[in-house]
Every structure is written in structure tokens, then in C-alpha cells.
């Protein structure tokens, strides 16, 4: 039972978090929190329905009793194993059912301080968040104490130990549980100098002075008072840190100095960098710089920030106007004049009245929502440069003014997540960052976890990283997870609407904010904006002149990018430029066709990537993917087939079509090379999930159609696909001589490829079986046919089983000179598999040198991308391989865990993995006692492949 942060009964096949009725959760948690002892119907029903009679009570416990039985006792379950109801008493069976409360309290009382971390991470929220019963109040106040006095207690364990960052986020969460505790005050400020951030220190005491005397109505004591002259003594005298952390009196003119910003309320996440340049350009002169990007992008957050600074640091007079309701550019000075609440006399123009109030060098106009009067406006910007030589101009807009002198800033979205196992890494991205403010601005005990980092990763990215979307879908957190926010993205459009009254209407809603930019397009540029809404992923200018078939390709596609609406996404020196619709404005795109118009665009798009095949698969994979759903759809198998082949290689992807035509009703009916390739890739995808039986039995199926037809070409490709299977398997001998086969096809024909394929097959079989000099001379036959084939170019493959026979040798330099080319060769080609397979070499040659924090750096990349490519086998060995490194730096109990978990590595007779596996064993055994290498084999062997992968990823 999960009672702190959330309700829900977890098992291990489901989690329940959904009941008929909020009593029936609520009787549940009751039933879990005191679970020590039983409880009469009387007192439950009371508990529950304190205003009814006691009859309607025990009627309303017997239905409630019920309902809670579905869940917790499902089909198979006897009933009364869980939940147990006898003589009038009502429990929860404490052999089946544990709490994360018992286990925080537990963990508390322990006053260790592993087992404090471990309470800290267990209390992922408030008990029962949303319920407010007397009971849960009361316990609530006391679990919150409890945490808070855990964290203050590892606070000064971080503190005698030098823990500073680890210190540092303990503070955090106890000031953000109790607010107005000085010692914790003085505490952060201790970390802050220690760590040599002493502006960041003297800031938390200028917050801390204000929330005194806002809450406390009293000033900061005398040692946080102290710690603040301490830092403030070792602020250096330059601009960096000082500036960018402190404010600063601001140098006066002779007038007071004017700052006429909108009230911020909430953080500013993000955009430091366009910040900084910004500010520099401003400083340095440049007096019309723009903000522009798509809707939602955050660009007059931005330009408030860049204003703000100005002001507080440089002493600058800053205005903002706001056009977003002016209807013609003819009123930008009027606009102007109110804005910086000016009078116009009769008989003055605005830009004179404009002019005669400005004094000093030091004024910035700040001329926010300027697209939709941009036309008529530009005459009036170009006048108050000209007129008003001492006042520097910042502009926000979806489309730039195109004036001399003036300093483009294309603002993107906010950077999203690069590495789900990090969750202190997914804490400093900034899409994060801003999205957990948010969510903790409706849910205020929201954090990110281990639990719920994943899917906050995958909102963040699914949405761009577009601040408006990320405000928007964090603000449902009070009745979304994130996992299940995540779940109703696929119609962001409809879910993603603000219930805040305090926003304009262009930004209550995603939609909304995309009509704002849509309307201002010409009717031209609106059809091909839709018409672009068909590719996934990114587009080419030649791709968009085939598929829209619209005319002037070119000079529209600028026009949408000028307008925010299209990005330029980044190309590989040498390759055509390429364009990219965010998700959010595709899906718009998409809404806005008929189904006819759809239809069309969705065949000649397919049309177009089966045409380009295997050339598209490296940048135009979600292409491709959308062909070839499409062609599914539409029930054309040999269209499927090709398109699959092009696909063939990038992990699981187009499996499930595979699986699909494989066993289609009109399988018998397809063309005999069509049905060969669906059974080839469907033999494939059985590796991934090591079914290593099915692909075995699949490419015998393959094996008969070619031989029935006749084809020897067929015939010696499928004998290559039993021989992997037989591999796999474990049955090597077969597998090599099946693969013999295949290279005699190959010489007999003189196929290269086919040569190099199978030297490799045959020297991996005999490397697995521990016949290191007879692989190694194998592999030097495929080196020799890719060199002839390839010529520099050497696939992955190849130089990755060169290496591993010169590491496995000694020759450690050579084995990783050739891992390197390898990791070079597979960025290349963008093969996630070869380059975590190259890089787990170069995680052993570090290793085998001695370099331990390089090795496991190196190791837990392979590792996050081997398990991206979603191939079991592949993956257990690169925790095998990360255990091994664990063992190296003494985490012999980790090690052990991970070895226990890996263990299928062991299953298939690779005699060189076995015994570096045994060897590792041995090691780790030798460094435990015997009841500790017990608990962590055990722990182990109790996980699953995920939760392995979790559990290793926290070593890197």
C-alpha cells in the first residue's frame, strides 16, 4: 500500500489507484495505516459516515467491505486472504499487505543514516494527499515531523561529513515543508559559502529577510546575520557572479528611475543563455533586438527577465507595452504614451511627447506581441529609432521586423530530457524544471521521483519542451500522474486547456495559441501548413515539393520559418536542409484537413518514402514509419514488405507489423519472396525478446518457401537465419555449419557482403565457445571483404569483433583503437546497437587498464542505449558487464545484485562471458560474508529486467 504522495494497492501484476468511491479509498487507507490491529464495524462506519444512523452506516460498510474486495482479491484469490471480515472485526491481512508508511517509520526509527535516505525517499508526498478527514490531518502532521526531523538530522551528517550538494537538497525539502525555520535558513547559507557561492548565499538571505519580516513581522537572527556579512565579504568585486545573482542599488539619473514591468508570480526556468545575450547586446549598444519563436515559447516571460535585470542591476528606466489588443500599428505611439502613462498635449505628436520624457542613456521599450500589427507598425519602431536616439528598443514576435541594425534572437523551446536513468540530470533540465514548479504551484508536495520520472520525461519531450504546453499539462496535476497525463497526450490539443482566469485568451489553451499564429497566415501558407502536418519528424524542401505538390516549396517554407512556425532542424554537414513542424502545431495542422485532403496527402507521402527506402532510414525514420502504417492500413502487404526492409535494423521498429502480416489470414496469398522477408524479420524480432525457439522455428518456415520456390540465393539466406537462431540456442555447432553454407553461396557468387556477414557469424560462434585464435582468423576474413567492399568505411560489426579478440589477447591499445572506429563508425550510420555494443569495449579497456571511473561512465552509456534498443540478451550483458566494474571499485554488494540479475547470460554456453561471469562471482563472494551475498544474490534474482536496469543506472 502506497499512502504518502498517492493512494494505491500495488501488486505485483497491477496497481490500483481508482476506486468506485472516494470511501472506499479511504477505508482502504485506514484499514492499511492501522494495520496493526483489527476494527469493529462500528467504528469504521462511524469513521466513515459520522452523520448517518448507525443502521445506514453497517449497510454503507457492507457495499463499501464488497467493492474493496474486487480490487484486492481478484479472480484466483481466495476470498478473505486479503481482506479479512470475521466476528464483527474488519483487518487487512498483514502476510499479504506492507505500507511505504511502516516502512518510513521504520526507517526513521532506525536513526542510521543510510536508512534516513531511505525514509527520505519513501516520503514521496503527504499522507493521503486530498483527504482531509480528522484522522488523516492528525497523522499527516505527525509523518511530516517526522520527515522533517529525518531531513534535519542528515542535514548535519552532510554537514560534519562535507556533503554539500546532498546538503544542500536535504534543506530544500525541509524548507520547502517548513518555511520558517531560521536554523535550516542558516543552514543552506552554510553550504552556499562552503561550496564558494557566497552571492547565491547573501541572495537566500535577502529572501529570507523578506519572508521574515512578510511572516514573522521580525528580522533574521544574529548568526544568519553574520553568515550574510561573511558572504557577503567574499563576493568577489566583478561582474559575474554579483550581477548575475545579487541586485545591486542601481545607478540613479538625476529623475527617480522609472520601472513600469507586469508582476511576475511565478519562477523563471530556463533561457539563461538568451538571457545573457540579450542583456549583452543591450549593453553594448544595439538598440532593436527581438524575441521571436512559436506561440507558447516564453518570449515575453524573457523579455520581462532581460527588463528586470537592466533595471536592477544597470539602473535602466524600462517600459513594457503590451499590443496584444491593438488592432492597427498606426496606434503603436499612442500605445506607447499610455504604456509609460504619459499626457499628450494638444499639439504634440506622441513621438514628441515620447522624446521630451526620456533623460539619460539608459531607457529600454519593451514592445511585447507585435506579429499581428507588425506591417503597420514597422514605419512607427523605424521612427522612434531615428527620433528617439536614447532609447533602445525589445521587440517579441513570431515574425522579425527585418530592419537595419536590428539583432535576431530565434528563441526555441526549453531543452528537454537526454538521459531518463539520471534523475539529477532530468532535475537540471530546464522543461523539467519549469514543469515541476508548475505542478507544484496546484499539488504543492509534488517532486520529481524515481517513481514518476520517467513519464515526466516523456511529457517534456513529447511536448517539445514548449513552456506554454509544459504550464498548461503541469497545471492538471491535481487530477492527472504524470503517467496518466502522458497517456492522454495523443489529443494534447483538447487536453491541454488552462483553467487560470488571469491568462489572455490567446494562452487559456494550446489551441488557442496556435489559432493566434495560424490566422495570421495567408490563405497560401495556411494550405501548406497543413499539408506539411502529413511528415513526422522533419521534412526536406524536396520531400515538401513532392508530397504537398503546392508550387513555390522554397520561398514558403522560409515564410512559415520567419513566422515562428517552422524549424530549421540541424543537418549533417553535406545533406539537404530539413524543417520540422513541433508536435503540438502537426497535430493542428492535421485537424484542419478533410478527410479526403488527408487521405491524398497520407499516399503520396507513402508513395514518396517507398520510393526513397533504405536512403531515408537514417534521418527519416518516423517517415517511414508513418508509410508504412499507412500502406497497413490500406492492406498492401508488398508495399509493407519493402518499407520494412528499410526499417530492418533500428531496434524493434515496424515489429509489430511484422508480427501482424505474419499472421494475416491472406498470408498464403502474398508473393513467395514477400512472404521469405516477413518470416526473415519475423525471426528477428523473436531475438529481441530472447524467443529464441520461435525464430528458430520461423526461419525453418522461411527455409521450405525458398527451397519450394527454388531460389538458392533465398535458400542460402534463410540456412544463415536457423544457423543464428541455433546460435542462440546454444546449439554452436549447427550454427556454424548452417553459416559454412551460406559462405559458400556467398564465394560461389562473389557477394561480398554475404562473405563479411558470415566470417563474422562464424568467428562470433567460435569466440562464444572460447576458440579465441580460430574466431580471430574468421574475423580477419570479414575485415578483409569489407575492406574490398567498403573501403574506409568498415561496418560497426567488424571492427567491433576485431576488438574484442585483441582485448580478450592483451593487446589492449590495438582492441581499443579498434573499439573507437567502431564507436565512429556506428554514429555514422546511427546504429543505437552498434555504438552501445563499441562502447561496452570501451568501457572493458578502461577496465582492464585500471581506470575504473572512466570504465563506468563509459559502461552505463552502452548500458542506457543497449536498453533502448530493447534486445534482452544484449542487455543482461551490459549489467553483466556493469557489475563487473562495480566489483572492481568495492560496490561488491551491488555487484552481486546485478550478477544475480544478469544471470540468462549464462544460459546460452558462451564460455568467454561465463567465465568472466564466474570470475566476478568468485571475487564478490570472497568480499562478503556469506549471509550479505545471500541477500543481495537473492534481491537479484527477485528483479525484473527494468528494475535491474534502474537499479544499476544509479552507478554511473
Not at 402 to 411: A, Q
Not at 449 to 462: D, E, K, M, P
Amino acid at each position: 500500500m502506497e499512502m504518502l504522495g498517492t493512494l494505491q494497492a500495488v501488486g505485483e501484476d497491477a496497481a490500483v489507484s481508482r476506486f468506485r468511491t472516494r470511501r472506499v479509498g479511504l477505508l482502504l487507507a485506514y484499514l492499511a495505516y492501522f494495520s496493526e490491529r483489527s476494527h469493529s464495524r462500528e467504528e469504521l462506519a462511524e469513521m466513515l459516515w459520522p452523520e448517518c444512523e448507525p443502521e445506514l452506516g453497517r449497510r454503507n460498510l457492507r457495499q463499501t467491505l464488497s467493492s474493496l474486495r474486487r480490487p484486492l482479491e481478484p479472480p484466483g484469490v481466495p476470498a478473505g486472504a486479503v481482506l479479512t471480515a470475521k466476528q464483527g472485526r474488519v483487518s487487512l491481512n498483514l502476510e499479504f499487505v506492507n505500507t511505504d508508511v511502516a516502512e518510513f517509520k521504520a526507517a526513521v526509527r532506525s536513526e542510521r543514516t543510510d536508512d534516513l535516505r531511505r525514509a527520505v525517499e519513501v516520503y514521496r508526498g503527504d499522507l493521503l494527499p486530498g483527504h482531509y478527514e480528522d484522522w488523516v490531518l492528525r497523522e499527516r502532521l505527525h509523518l511530516e515531523d517526522l520527515y522533517v526531523s529525518a531531513l534535519k538530522q542528515l542535514v548535519k551528517v552532510c554537514e560534519a561529513e562535507g556533503r554539500v550538494d546532498e546538503g544542500i537538497h536535504y534543506v530544500r525539502l525541509a524548507l520547502a515543508k517548513d518555511n520558517l525555520q531560521e536554523d535550516l535558513h542558516a543552514a543552506l547559507m552554510r553550504f552556499y559559502i562552503a561550496s564558494e557561492r557566497s552571492a547565491s548565499a547573501l541572495q537566500h538571505f535577502e529572501d529570507w529577510r523578506a519572508t521574515a519580516e512578510r511572516e514573522l513581522n521580525d528580522e533574521p537572527g544574529l548568526e544568519t546575520r553574520r553568515l550574510a556579512e561573511r558572504a557577503r565579504r567574499s563576493v568577489p568585486a566583478t561582474v559575474g557572479e554579483t550581477i548575475a545573482v545579487v541586485p545591486l542599488e542601481p545607478a540613479r539619473s538625476e529623475r527617480s528611475q522609472i520601472i513600469r514591468l507586469p508582476v511576475q508570480l511565478t519562477r523563471f526556468f530556463g533561457r539563461e543563455e538568451d538571457r545573457e545575450r540579450a542583456l549583452g547586446s543591450l549593453l553594448e549598444g544595439v538598440r532593436l533586438v527581438s524575441f521571436l519563436g512559436p506561440a507558447g515559447t516564453g518570449k515575453t516571460r524573457l523579455s520581462v527577465e532581460v527588463g528586470r535585470r537592466l533595471a536592477e542591476q544597470q539602473g535602466w528606466n524600462v517600459w513594457f507595452v503590451s499590443l496584444a489588443d491593438y488592432a492597427d500599428g498606426a496606434q503603436l505611439l499612442s500605445a506607447v504614451c499610455e504604456g509609460m502613462r504619459l499626457p499628450t498635449e494638444a499639439g504634440n505628436s506622441p513621438l514628441e511627447a515620447i522624446s521630451a520624457n526620456l533623460s539619460g542613456a539608459k531607457n529600454l521599450l519593451i514592445l511585447d506581441n507585435l506579429e499581428h500589427i507588425l506591417e503597420s507598425a514597422i514605419p512607427r519602431v523605424q521612427s522612434l529609432l531615428t527620433d528617439v536616439p536614447n532609447v533602445a528598443i525589445l521587440v517579441t514576435s513570431r515574425h522579425s521586423l527585418k530592419l537595419e541594425g536590428e539583432h535576431e534572437m530565434d528563441l526555441g523551446t526549453l531543452p528537454i530530457p537526454k538521459d531518463e536513468s539520471d534523475l539529477a540530470g532530468l532535475a537540471e533540465a530546464a522543461s523539467v524544471q519549469l514543469f515541476v514548479d508548475r505542478a507544484q504551484a496546484v499539488v504543492p508536495d509534488f517532486q520529481l521521483t524515481a517513481h514518476n520520472s520517467r513519464a515526466v520525461a516523456a511529457i517534456c519531450t513529447q511536448l517539445d519542451g514548449l513552456p506554454l504546453a509544459l504550464e498548461i499539462a503541469a497545471g492538471l496535476s491535481h487530477a492527472f500522474t504524470p503517467l496518466q497525463m502522458l497517456q492522454n497526450l495523443e489529443h494534447r490539443l483538447e487536453l491541454l486547456r488552462s483553467r487560470r482566469r488571469d491568462l489572455s485568451e490567446r494562452h487559456r489553451s494550446l489551441r488557442a495559441a496556435i489559432d493566434y499564429s495560424y490566422e495570421l497566415l495567408s490563405p497560401e501558407l495556411q494550405r501548406f501548413f497543413m499539408a506539411l502536418s502529413v511528415f513526422r519528424g522533419g521534412v526536406t524542401l524536396e520531400a515538401a515539393d513532392r508530397v504537398c505538390g503546392v508550387g513555390a516549396t522554397l520561398r514558403m517554407t522560409l515564410d512559415l520559418q520567419e513566422r515562428s512556425l517552422l524549424r530549421a532542424d540541424e543537418a549533417a554537414e553535406g545533406s539537404p536542409a530539413r524543417f520540422r513542424l513541433l508536435e503540438s502545431f502537426r497535430e493542428y495542422g492535421a485537424e484542419l484537413l478533410s478527410g479526403e485532403e488527408l487521405g491524398d496527402l497520407k499516399a503520396r507521402h507513402a508513395a514518396y518514402y517507398r520510393e526513397q527506402g533504405k536512403a531515408a532510414a537514417q534521418h527519416d525514420r518516423e517517415n517511414l514509419l508513418a508509410a508504412l502504417r499507412f500502406y497497413f492500413d490500406e492492406g498492401q502487404p508488398s508495399e509493407c514488405v519493402a518499407l520494412l526492409v528499410a526499417l530492418h535494423g533500428f531496434t524493434m521498429v515496424g515489429h509489430d507489423v511484422t508480427r501482424a502480416l505474419a499472421v494475416d489470414p491472406r498470408f498464403d496469398s502474398f508473393e513467395p519472396l514477400d512472404q521469405i522477408m516477413l518470416l526473415r524479420l519475423l525471426a528477428d524480432a523473436h531475438l529481441y525478446p530472447s524467443e529464441f525457439e520461435e525464430s528458430y522455428r520461423v526461419s525453418e518456415r522461411a527455409l521450405e518457401i525458398a527451397r519450394r520456390i527454388g531460389r538458392e540465393d533465398q535458400v542460402a539466406i534463410c540456412k544463415r537465419g536457423v544457423g543464428v537462431a541455433a546460435g542462440y540456442l546454444g546449439r554452436r555447432e549447427e550454427g556454424i555449419a548452417l553459416t559454412r553454407e551460406f559462405l559458400a553461396y556467398a564465394e560461389k557468387v562473389g557477394d561480398l557482403r554475404m562473405m563479411e556477414h558470415a566470417y563474422n557469424a562464424i568467428g562470433t560462434e567460435l569466440w562464444v565457445m572460447g576458440r579465441g585464435e580460430e574466431a580471430r582468423k574468421e574475423f580477419d576474413g570479414a575485415l578483409l571483404a569489407a575492406r574490398k567492399l567498403h573501403g574506409s568505411e568498415i561496418p560497426w560489426q567488424v571492427h567491433y569483433n576485431q576488438g574484442r579478440v585483441r582485448l580478450d589477447a592483451g593487446e589492449l591499445d590495438d582492441g581499443m583503437q579498434f573499439a573507437n572506429d567502431g564507436v565512429r563508425a556506428s554514429k555514422l550510420k546511427n546504429e543505437e546497437l552498434g555504438l552501445s555494443m563499441c562502447l561496452s569495449l570501451v568501457a572493458r579497456y578502461h577496465r582492464l587498464k585500471g581506470n575504473q571511473t572512466a570504465a563506468l561512465a563509459t559502461s552505463h552509456e552502452s548500458m542506457v542505449r543497449r536498453r533502448k534498443v530493447g534486445f534482452s540478451f544484449w542487455t543482461l550483458l551490459a549489467l553483466m558487464e556493469h557489475a563487473m566494474i562495480l566489483a572492481e571499485i568495492g560496490r561488491s554488494a551491488e555487484a552481486a545484485t546485478l550478477l544475480a540479475a544478469s544471470r540468462g547470460v549464462t544460459r546460452l554456453n558462451r564460455v568467454m562471458d561465463d567465465r568472466e561471469f564466474s570470475a566476478t562471482v568468485d571475487r564478490v563472494k570472497s568480499q562478503l560474508s556469506e549471509t550479505a551475498f545471500e541477500q543481495a544474490w537473492a534481491e537479484g534474482l527477485g528483479m525484473n529486467m527494468d528494475e535491474a536496469f534502474w537499479f544499476a543506472a544509479r552507478f554511473r
